[in-house]
C-alpha cells in the first residue's frame, strides 16, 4: 500500500481511456432520455449530469457546452437508427424487392420509432433549421438512407425491365410516406401503431411494383 496520493501508481493509459468512453457514453444515453423527460429546451448540462448520476463538471469537461452533449445525443440516436437499416439490409439478400422491403420495414422497428425516440427525433428536426450543427448531422445520415433507398428502388426497376431514372422519385416518395406515418404515430392522429403504417407501406408499394406483389403483402402482414 503506498503511503501517500503521491506514491500511487497512476492508471494505465488504456484504462483512462476507457473510462473516459464509458463517462461519455453515460452522459449521451443521459441526454436523450432527458430529452424525453424534458423537451430539448428543458435540457441542460445540469439535468443530463443528474440523469447520469455524475457531477455537472463532468459534463462540463467531456462536452464544454450543451449544443455539444446535444450534437452527441443527435450523432448517437442517428447511429443506432443507420445501424437499424443497415443491419437490415445486410440479412435481406441480394433480391432487390426484399432489400426494399427490408428498408422499409426497419422504419418501423420498435427501436426507431417507438413513442421515446419518436420524442427525440421531432425534437432535434424542430430546431435543425436554427442549428447549422443539427442540420449537418441529420443531413449526413439522411442522405446515406436515401441513396440507399434510391440505390434499392433502382435495382428493383432494372430488375423488373423498368425505366431506372424514376428511381431517385420513386425513393423519395416512399420516404415521403413513411416519414408521414412517422409524424402521425407521433401526433397519435390516423395511424398509431407501427404495424399499421408498415401494412399501409406494404399495400403501397404493391401498388407501385405490382409485379412483386406477394413479397410486398408479406411484408404488409408482418
Known amino acids: 500500500m503506498p503511503d501517500t496520493a503521491s506514491d500511487a501508481e497512476p492508471r494505465p493509459r488504456k484504462e483512462r481511456a476507457e473510462n473516459a468512453a464509458r463517462r461519455r457514453e453515460q452522459l449521451v444515453d443521459a441526454a436523450l432520455r432527458s430529452i424525453v423527460r424534458n423537451g ?8 443530463v449530469a443528474r440523469e447520469a448520476g455524475l457531477s ?9 457546452s450543451k449544443e455539444g452533449l446535444l450534437a452527441a445525443a443527435l450523432q448517437r440516436h442517428y447511429e443506432r437508427y443507420e445501424a437499424n437499416w443497415r443491419g437490415a439490409l445486410a ?85 415521403g410516406l413513411t416519414d408521414g406515418l412517422w409524424l402521425q404515430m407521433y401526433l397519435a392522429s390516423g395511424v398509431q401503431e407501427a404495424g399499421e403504417a408498415r401494412a399501409i407501406t406494404g399495400h403501397f408499394l404493391a401498388a407501385l411494383f405490382p409485379e412483386r406483389t406477394a413479397t410486398f403483402l408479406a411484408m404488409a402482414e408482418g
Open 40 to 47: 430539448l429546451p428543458g435540457t441542460t448540462l445540469a439535468t
Open 56 to 64: 455537472q463538471g463532468a459534463a462540463v469537461f467531456y462536452f464544454q
Open 91 to 175: 440479412e435481406a439478400g441480394d433480391d432487390p424487392a426484399l432489400r426494399l422491403a427490408a428498408l422499409v420495414r426497419a422504419d418501423f422497428q420498435p427501436q426507431v420509432c417507438a413513442r421515446e425516440a419518436q420524442i427525440v427525433w421531432h425534437a432535434f428536426w424542430g430546431e435543425a433549421s436554427a442549428r447549422p450543427l443539427f442540420n449537418e448531422i441529420a443531413d449526413r445520415f439522411d442522405s446515406a438512407r436515401s441513396d440507399a433507398m434510391t440505390a434499392a428502388t433502382e435495382a428493383l426497376l432494372a430488375d423488373l425491365g423498368r425505366d431506372t431514372g424514376q428511381a431517385r422519385a420513386l425513393a423519395a416518395g416512399i420516404e
